[in-house]
């Protein structure tokens, strides 16, 4: 008993009763090809499957087998089938045939259903002009809509910088033609694109030697099926078959091709499809055998439904239920009553197309929906990659929204995670201390090249190992010292870099920066570690010890400005004080009516006041009037804070020893001549100065160009050894430069970094580790290890290696600070002479009201002229000669009222502190001694 089958969705709006106004038969024909049994079959059984749905009236099948390389041959057959009165003719192939039958349809009135592509230029010719009928239905998707399918995946896919075509036949490049046309136009999109032309007549190893030497990674294939095993098989000679390349092929059949072979795991390829034959909903089942002898039943053997088979299925099952459609708009529907040999049109004809174009199927390769020129609109195309030997639908595309992926990347990440599982990477590093180098009993290790290396990139490379379970490395030691540059004229990578392309190694690794240039034709992983430029230097040697070191708190300046400033206190003081009344006293406290009276601010006094007040001793002289009170208070404020402000600067000078740096920046570096400085000669670092647009970095590149004898060092280790000599300077990344400054005492980095970069895992172009690789590095960071292993071979590595050398320096001795304490400038301490001047001040005005208030009040008494008064006292006091005790003495008063006693007067000097010696004044009964004020 065999089980029936019905293809349910593509009938959905089939309706199982009889179909009125439609004839007992219709006859639909097909053009096929002699020994083309499947499409032959399909056809059969597709008629088959929609009578079993038309009620009431049968589909009739009318073949034609031509050879269409005879297209005279081919236009009769179409003729034959329209003489025998078909509805419609269904033709699966392309070519210049598609003209013949098209043109005599077209001119009858007779649909054709054409299930192949429409090469870009049959469309030009048959569609795009308007004033020929046109009866054709494109049931294969626009190849322009494909090329944009293309087009828009490698757009998507930005790794796709560039790609090759490689092609067979003048039709395969015409079909990929406007994907090229898109690429070009696109601005956003830098593609190169190379062709390889696939000919039967040319040796294949000439076509994939020369792909192996441009070393590309993305292809885009146009070949026909027959070609497939060719091209497999000479990909797997010339070991282009692995994750680095990628394909795209043009082909919407190629779920078909067997590619489960176990060396195929890595073969990346990506195709296009309009459905899935494996999908258990739309499996066509018939045994073959049977139908050949006419048998029409289904079966349970799964027939191997490809694109042409299943665009045969929609042509007829469009043309069913467009005659359905049709008969619910006219009664009765006739069959054609056309000839090859007449020019009579079927008037049924332009409905029934019309129908054709607005029914709506939902068909085996998707929805049929077309335009008014009949090509078909809403395409829907599945994205496949090849995953383990098998298909797998990672995403689609659609011609109206583009490209959409679907799959989950860790389904990808684990594909290549299972590949390092079983296959080594291939590792080339260059040998750097303390990156990558040998261990120390390296002669007596056997084993594995990468068990007998140690560092800090190797240790790095180990740790990922261990926590991705990989199967290892397969470790190649790069002999030269340069890391690698692009040559600008040929494009050539030279150096590590160069050398990894070259030999196809999967990993490059050293203090390796990643740059701009370097990413343009390699891959890095995330930086595994931050740094930047600095300069190595050695450490400058402490300044000679200095006698006078104790001035050095104050600049000279203000040094001046203190002497000044102590000097013309003093002078003031002895003016002030000898113009001030009451700073005049008797010296002779028995002499109730002395001659003369004297002041205690001699000249000498005053100096002596005023050095009192610096040494923060004080002196027993005690200003007696407002005005020398008041300018002595402002002197003893003066010398108060800065004697302070120098012993708080003293201290700092006194424990920070200044450093004799010739140079403290790059700044520094740039503009003196006295000692010379370079970098690598080749590597990252000279093409910064080089690239740079800052001034001081261009001058320094300048000087390091001309430079003679020539300041660039062949290594990093070359250029350490030219510092340690002296008189130089290198310039290398910080990360270098803290192993050396542990690795040797007397060098040190000067000045901040000159910019910021990191250190990568260079990977080939397109490499499907290098996500992995930066997952790994990333978590390793979280986790501190990444910076356990710098302090591992920057610091504490070094620091061993300089006491197993020399262990009298297995202590470096205490680094000497090179931060120099300023001397305060008078900008630091110009508040102190304001407060100063201020007081002196203050104390001229004050000295100015004494004198002319007791100038007027004793010349009243003593009835002489007020300004000659002054003016002798005045005169007196610049002659420098004791006043006289007259000019300041009032007589007694009328009432009688006496002087202070002398008794009392020297009992108040001696509680003033004023010795025997020192002088009084002698005031009127009235008065009080300036004490009480």
């Not at 994750?243 to 176990?262: G, I, R, T």
């Amino acid at each position: 008993m065999h089980n029936v089958l019905l293809i349910a969705f593509i009938f959905v709006n089939v309706i199982h009763q009889t179909i009125p106004g439609l004839p007992e038969t219709i006859k639909i024909g097909a053009i096929i090809k002699p020994g083309e049994e499947d499409l032959e079959l399909a056809f059969k059984h597709a008629v088959w499957i929609n009578n079993i749905a038309l009620q009431g009236s049968k589909i009739e099948a009318h073949i034609e087998n031509v050879d269409l390389s005879d297209s005279l041959s081919t236009a009769h057959a179409a003729c034959r089938l329209l003489d025998s009165g078909v509805w419609a003719i269904v033709y699966p192939y392309s070519g210049v045939n598609v003209w013949i039958i098209k043109s005599i349809t077209d001119r009858l009135g007779v649909p054709l259903l054409h299930t192949a592509p429409d090469y870009p230029y049959m469309i030009k010719s048959f569609v795009h002009q308007p004033y020929k009928p046109n009866y054709t239905i494109s049931l294969y998707p626009d190849l322009k809509k494909i090329n944009k399918a293309v087009f828009d995946y490698v757009d998507y896919n930005r790794e796709w910088r560039s790609f090759s075509l490689i092609f067979d036949s003048h039709e395969n490049l015409i079909k990929i033609k406007d994907s090229l046309a898109m690429s070009t136009y696109d601005t956003d999109l830098q593609i190169k694109i190379r062709e390889f032309k696939f000919a039967r007549s040319d040796p294949p190893e000439t076509l994939f030697k020369s792909i192996m030497k441009r070393r590309d990674s993305n292809f885009i294939v146009s070949v026909d099926k027959e070609n497939y095993p060719t091209i497999l098989e000479k990909l797997r000679t010339f070991s282009l078959v692995d994750f680095y390349c990628s394909y795209l092929f043009y082909d919407l059949d190629l779920q078909f091709w067997n590619l489960s072979a176990p060396d195929l795991i890595a073969f990346n390829i990506t195709g296009f499809r309009m459905f899935n034959p494996f999908d258990e909903r739309i499996k066509i089942r018939y045994n073959a055998q049977e139908w050949k002898t006419g048998r029409y039943e289904a079966s349970s053997e799964n027939v191997r439904l490809t694109l042409d088979l299943a665009l045969v299925y929609d042509a007829v099952a469009l043309f069913t239920r467009s005659l359905i459609g049709l008969s619910e708009l006219t009664d009765q529907l006739n069959g054609p009553s056309v000839s090859c040999s007449l020019n009579d049109t079927w008037v049924l004809g332009k409905p029934l197309l019309n129908q054709m174009k607005k029914v709506g199927v939902t068909g085996l390769t998707g929805h049929l929906i077309f335009d008014d020129e009949g090509l078909r609109e809403k395409i829907v195309l599945s994205i496949i990659r090849l995953k383990e030997g098998q298909w797998s639908e990672i995403g689609s595309w659609n011609s109206d929204s583009g490209v959409n992926i679907t799959s989950e990347v860790q389904a990808e990440e684990k594909s290549a995670i299972d590949y390092l599982k079983t296959t080594k990477l291939k590792l080339i590093v260059v040998e750097n201390v303390p990156y990558v180098m040998k261990k120390p009993d390296y002669a007596n290790l056997t084993g594995d090249e990468f068990d007998k290396y140690e560092g800090f990139c190797i240790d790095l490379l180990r740790q990922i190992q261990e926590e991705l379970g990989i199967s290892g490395y397969d470790l190649t030691i790069y002999p030269g010292k340069s890391y690698g540059s692009k040559d600008k004229k040929n494009g050539t990578w030279s150096g590590l870099i160069g050398e990894m392309l070259e030999k196809n190694h999967d990993l490059a690794t050293t203090d390796l920066t990643i740059t701009h240039e370097r990413q343009t034709g390699v891959d890095f992983t995330i930086p595994f570690i931050t740094l930047g430029i600095s300069i190595l230097y050695s450490k400058p040697a402490a300044a000679p010890l200095n006698l006078w070191a104790f001035l050095d708190p104050f600049s000279l300046e203000v040094w001046l400005y203190v002497a000044t400033a102590f000097i013309g206190v003093s002078l003031l003081m002895y003016i002030v004080a000898r113009i001030s009344p009451y700073e005049w006293l008797n010296d002779h406290p028995c002499d109730d009516e002395p001659e003369e009276l004297t002041t205690q601010f001699s000249i000498g006094n005053c100096l002596w006041f005023s050095l009192g007040s610096i040494m923060q001793q004080g002196s027993d002289l005690a200003p007696k009037s407002i005005s020398t009170r008041v300018m002595a208070s402002a002197w003893s404020f003066f010398t108060l804070i800065m004697v302070s402000s120098y012993t708080a600067n003293l201290a700092a000078f006194l424990t920070v020893a200044r450093m004799d740096a010739p140079i403290e920046n790059a700044e520094g570096l740039a503009m003196q001549s006295k000692v010379a400085y370079g970098c690598s000669k080749a590597g990252s670092t000279r093409k910064f100065f080089q690239n740079s647009t800052y001034t001081i970095y261009q001058r320094m590149y300048a000087y390091m160009e001309s430079a003679e004898p020539p300041v660039y060092a062949e290594s990093n280790s070359d250029g350490v050894r030219r510092v340690l000599k002296g008189n130089y300077a290198f310039l290398m990344e910080s990360l270098s430069i803290l192993y050396n400054v542990n690795r040797y005492c007397n060098l040190t980095q000067v000045g901040d970094l000159l910019d910021q970069k990191g250190y990568g895992i260079a990977m080939r172009p397109g490499s499907p580790f290098r996500t992995i690789f930066s997952n790994e590095i990333l978590r390793l960071q979280e986790q501190g290890r990444i910076d356990a292993l710098r302090k591992t071979w920057f610091e504490d590595y070094p620091t061993e290696i300089r006491a197993l050398e020399n262990p009298e320096e297995a202590a470096c001795p205490p680094e000497i600070l090179d931060e120099e304490t300023s001397a305060l400038d008078v900008a630091n301490v110009g508040g102190v002479f304001i407060v100063l001047l201020c007081g002196i001040a203050i104390g001229t005005m004050f000295v100015i009201i004494e004198f002319v208030w007791k100038a007027k009040k004793v010349s009243r008494h003593e009835r002489e002229h007020t300004i000659r008064m002054m003016t002798r006292t005045l005169c007196d006091i610049c002659r420098g000669r004791n006043t006289s005790a007259h000019n300041w003495r009032k007589k007694s008063t009328s009432d009688g009222t006496q002087s202070i006693s002398t008794e009392t007067a020297s009992r108040n000097n001696r509680v003033n502190g004023v010795s025997r010696q020192q002088s009084r004044v002698m005031l009127d009964p009235n008065a009080r001694q300036i004490d009480d004020l």
